[in-house]
């Protein structure tokens, strides 16, 4: 080998090296951000399990903001459609003045349902971050994928498991206090 070739081959290999460098620097600082919008979304789910609701959140990030958050509410407002994604993209659509919401990303602490999932990919949604997976009826990849199904004239991008265990945790303890409370109730009419 010749030296121009030799340094041909070195150049080649730094921006190599500088390219794998600069991409898991953006997938670190991608990491940290999801980690903080998560939390957010936990928020949010802890104010349904306070009402006695299955603990589920969402909020709704666009240009680094959220503009959009929902909690379950599906007994307290006796509405099948009060579930968190709905209530969070209610309020993002009223934020940009459409019902598209290109360049948002959902963080959802428990894999969206198929309504939900359908509805992300009705308003175009350009990701989805999910906290644990559902699996008897999570249609981000458990029972089913409606977010990344070819024949649809939209996918979402999907990542899973960010705060996986505080988002499993969450919904454990909640199902765990709901069997002893109807437990107990059982033992008193007795």
């Known amino acids: 080998m010749n030296d121009s070739t030799e340094k041909r081959r070195q150049r080649f290999e730094e921006r190599q090296r500088r390219k794998e460098q600069a991409l898991a620097e953006a ?43 929902g909690y379950n509410r599906r007994n307290t407002d006796k509405s099948t459609l009060s579930h968190a994604e709905i209530t969070a993209m209610k309020k993002a659509a009223k934020y940009l003045d459409d019902w598209r919401l290109e360049g948002c990303t959902f963080y959802v602490t428990l894999e969206p349902c198929q309504m939900c999932s359908g509805a992300i990919i ?19 990849g458990s029972v089913m994928n409606i977010l990344e199904a ?25 199902f765990k206090s709901l069997r002893q409370k109807l437990k107990t109730e059982d033992k008193d009419e007795l």
């Not at 991608?30 to 969402?58: F, N, S, W």
């Open 27 to 69: 997938e670190a600082a991608q990491h940290k951000t999801d980690l903080r919008y998560m939390r957010q979304a936990l928020t949010q789910a802890r104010k349904a399990y306070a009402l006695g609701e299955v603990p589920i959140g969402c909020v709704i990030v666009y240009e680094d903001k959220v503009i959009g958050r």
């Open 122 to 140: 009705q308003a175009r949604a350009d990701r989805v971050v999910i906290g644990c997976m559902n699996p008897k009826a999570g249609c981000g």
């Open 150 to 174: 070819d024949g649809f004239n939209h996918k979402a991008k999907v990542t899973r498991g960010i705060l996986e265990e505080e988002c499993s945790r969450m919904l454990k303890d909640f």
